[in-house]
């Protein structure tokens, strides 16, 4: 395995991102986001194992297009592309490796737990809110979306608030 390359400036990192979102918007007149692709992939899964059932949910039948075929949506090539993406960069920076981080008052399975909890509630309340934070926070805010604006500093808000609770679990004894 390669040795560990250090990481990106951040700024650099910044500005790459912003001109993959114009990439974005210029190839498929969308931003970036991914729980509209989620949700397609979750459609085309249930589609093939009870098909009569989405077609009568609520929740999928709108995510799914009318019996139109799911994957055929803006957001799976950028999806893919993400996954490809954070792949090939694990890969060629040496970074590519199962570990779990976390702090010494707290055990892997507990990490895990806590991860699983707090990404059910992200994913819930991404599509409570029609999007998820990449979508809000970079699509939205490059639009200038003033309740895009209020989403993220809400989360920024929210995830400094939380961190004073659980800031014991990182530090040593």
């Known amino acids: 395995m390669r040795a560990a390359q250090p990481y990106w400036n951040p700024y650099a990192s ?5 001109l993959v979102l114009a990439g974005a918007f210029l190839l498929t007149g969308h931003g970036l986001g991914a729980s509209g692709a ?8 249930v589609s093939l194992v ?13 995510v799914a297009g009318g019996g139109a075929n799911p994957f ?7 999806l893919i592309g993400t996954l490809l993406g954070g792949f090939i960069s694990g890969l060629l920076s040496g970074r590519l490796r199962a570990e779990t981080f976390h702090g010494p008052r707290i055990s892997t399975h507990q990490r895990w737990l806590f991860a ?7 994913g819930f309340g991404a ?9 809000q926070a970079l699509s939205g805010g490059a639009m200038l979306s003033l309740g ?9 808000i929210g995830g400094y608030a939380l961190a004073w609770f659980v800031r014991r679990l990182w530090k040593e004894v």
Request: overall charge positive; charged content about 5%; aromatic content about 10%.
């Open 38 to 45: 989620l949700g397609r992939m979750v459609a085309s899964v």
């Open 116 to 122: 699983l909890l707090g990404g059910s509630l992200v």
């Open 148 to 156: 895009s604006w209020a989403f993220m500093f809400s989360v920024f």
């Open 72 to 78: 055929n949506n803006w957001g799976i090539p950028v």
């Open 14 to 18: 910044g500005v790459l991102l912003g």
């Open 127 to 135: 599509r409570l809110a029609r999007g998820c934070t990449s979508g």
């Open 50 to 62: 009870a098909p009569a059932s989405v077609d009568t949910n609520p929740y999928l039948a709108p």
